[in-house]
């Protein structure tokens, strides 16, 4: 079976600019989570999807925002850009929000100039 | 509220050694979830061991055990018989049955496996 795949795997952007990031989950699971890593650090929680509806929203400005279709594949948008969205973007899925180890796509990176 | 500390930034570990990554967590929930994930340099998170709360037995997984000690609310990674394949970044992460949408990471720890 395929893993979480996520397109693109690079991105190059200017600041202002927005980007759309997306996410197909493994086949049967129905929880879509997103996360920014930026150098150094852990990833840090941004959403979570689950049945095509936000189940939780980590500390991130009205900028990001996220979906879930009924395929269950997932996009993060995020607008007006601003140089410290540049990070490694992770997409992780399970099968339920609950007790069940997500597992995560490659990630996107991101970049702002 | 949720806390992972991992105190140690980085290990240097000989090869065929094993090794304990340190994990303490902050929770005042009774039930919640507690994983390890490895990242090595190309960037992917790799999930490699899960504890409950209401486990009774420490997980293990192949050459991965995890020390989940309750009281003292810790839960070390144990890898044993290290391999160059190990060096990589290792995160402790929790998710409390409460806000089960959100997982909170670690700072992580740089391991490096030696000849």
């Known amino acids: 079976d395929a893993g979480v795949t996520q397109s693109p795997t690079h991105l190059i952007k200017t600041r202002g600019q927005h980007v759309t990031l997306r996410c197909s989950p493994i086949?049967?699971?129905?929880?879509v989570s997103w996360y920014q890593q930026v150098l150094g650090q852990g990833p840090q929680f941004i959403f979570q999807?689950?049945?095509?509806?936000?189940?939780g929203r980590g500390n991130f400005p009205d900028r990001f925002s996220a979906r879930q279709f009924p395929n269950y594949s997932s996009e993060l948008n995020v607008n007006a850009l601003l140089l410290g969205d540049s990070a490694l973007y992770l997409c992780?899925?399970?099968?339920?929000?609950?007790?069940?180890?997500?597992?995560f796509g490659d990630g996107t990176r991101l970049s702002i100039l | 509220a949720q806390k992972i500390t991992q105190t140690q930034p980085g290990m240097f570990v000989q090869e065929k050694e094993a090794v304990t990554l340190d994990c303490t967590y902050d929770?005042?929930?009774?039930?919640?979830?507690l994983f390890w994930y490895k990242q090595p340099s190309s960037g992917e998170m790799i999930f490699l061991i899960y504890?409950?709360?209401?486990?009774?037995q420490n997980a293990t997984e192949g050459r991965y055990s995890l020390n989940f000690q309750k009281a003292r609310k810790s839960a070390n990674l144990v890898i044993s018989a290290s391999q160059l394949g190990d060096s990589a970044m290792y995160f402790c992460?929790?998710?409390?049955?409460?806000?089960?949408?959100?997982?909170?990471f670690g700072s992580g720890t740089r391991l490096s496996i030696r000849p």
């Open positions: 992780a899925s399970s099968r339920e929000p609950v007790r069940q180890p997500q597992h």
């Open positions: 086949s049967g699971h129905k929880s």
């Open positions: 999807y689950y049945e095509k509806e936000e189940r």
């Open positions: 929770t005042s929930d009774q039930s919640y979830g």
């Open positions: 504890q409950g709360s209401y486990d009774e």
């Open positions: 992460a929790m998710r409390e049955d409460s806000s089960a949408s959100k997982i909170i």
